[in-house]
């Protein structure tokens, strides 16, 4: 117990190297990208000093703001954990987006044909949503393994089979008859929900995010497993040479990742929307790939930087309420970031 304290403290040399260049590059693709994003305000005649602050009331201000953030950044975490476990072993999972979107579908179909039968249901919905984000994940691993195909390709593509697969049982059988001819699954029983805080959508469910990123982190430093991970990573002749499956490999980081954005999957369906939509989780994979990204795929560092993006997106609406732009104008400030990453990245020579 006391090894873990110390991990968490920051003490162990190997987790005080790998925090300082990950805080480093965070904010440079923080501060950056406020400095373009405040141009762009001036241009659009809206006071930069006034925009910031307005948004940041809207969204650290009160418990409700604050809350919104702490919804939204559970998914991007565990989305972020997607992204960032496979790219531990030198894959690169683009497909956070559908595997979230087959473990949300997988949790309301599991809801649907148990009906209410109370608490005890709830596990069997995680596990539902686990199966379903894994088994999405386990079939860009195969194509990987046994046909070479590039996991950036397939992961990325499989995303919009996804959406269309989710679209297509939503209009069919997974359809709630009582929705007026919306594409909408039926309502989750209340009883087989996270509990929730209060008289807020903030519910248990969340520290399921936390949770996985502290055992990402202590099994990449503190496991066998992890320095097979790390190995492969690093040079995968040299993994195979020291007599590492590479393939297993492979598909357990897939299998894993997709575990986790399944799980995003869950806490949407069951923890926030009650139900399955076709917009469920839509962009909640590519802001988790972000989140990964500008950490350095940091297991620890990700939940900050899903905290920030979720400020960013829950701010959204106080900008257009305060300086009269739509609250997509955020998009424009992710964007900035995205672009902040993957500059730096070029200047590492990292290949995206």
Request: net charge positive; with cysteine; charged share 10%.
């Amino acid at each position: 117990m006391s090894n873990i304290a110390t991990f968490l403290r920051g003490s162990h040399p190997r987790l005080r190297t790998s925090l300082r260049p990950a805080l480093i590059t965070t904010l440079s693709a923080v501060i950056v990208p406020l400095c373009l994003f405040s141009v762009f305000l001036m241009m659009a005649g809206v006071a930069p000093l006034d925009a910031f602050r307005a948004m940041l009331q809207s969204s650290l201000g009160s418990s409700y703001g604050i809350g919104e953030v702490l919804v939204r950044a559970a998914p991007f975490a565990l989305t972020a954990l997607a992204t960032a476990i496979p790219a531990r072993a030198g894959l690169l999972n683009v497909g956070a987006e559908g595997q979230l979107v087959v473990g949300a579908l997988g949790a309301a179909a599991a809801s649907a044909l148990l009906k209410d039968i109370g608490i005890v249901g709830l596990p069997v919905l995680i596990l539902a949503g686990i199966i379903g984000g894994a088994a999405w994940a386990g079939l860009a691993a195969v194509l990987r393994t046994k046909l070479q195909l590039n996991e950036t390709i397939s992961t990325l593509l499989l995303n919009y089979v996804a959406y269309l697969l989710v679209a297509h049982i939503l209009q069919g059988p997974l359809r709630d008859p009582a929705s007026f001819n919306w594409p909408f699954s039926p309502p989750i029983p209340d009883g087989m929900r996270f509990p929730v805080l209060f008289d807020s959508r903030v519910h248990l469910g969340l520290l399921i995010a936390p949770v996985a990123a502290i055992i990402f982190a202590l099994a990449l430093w503190r496991t066998y497993w992890g320095l097979n991970l790390r190995v492969t990573g690093g040079n995968p002749q040299a993994a195979r040479r020291a007599g590492i499956d590479v393939a297993k490999t492979y598909l357990t980081v897939m299998l894993i990742a997709g575990a986790m954005a399944g799980l995003a999957g869950v806490l949407q369906v069951v923890g926030v929307e009650g139900r399955l939509r076709p917009s469920t989780g839509v962009g909640f994979g590519y802001s988790g790939f972000l989140a990964a990204w500008m950490v350095s795929h940091h297991p620890l560092w990700l939940l900050g930087s899903s905290l920030l993006l979720a400020a960013i997106v829950v701010s959204g609406d106080a900008l257009q309420i305060t300086s009269g732009l739509p609250s997509s104008t955020v998009g424009i400030l992710t964007a900035l970031v995205l672009l902040g990453v993957l500059a730096r990245g070029h200047s590492q020579g990292v290949r995206l």
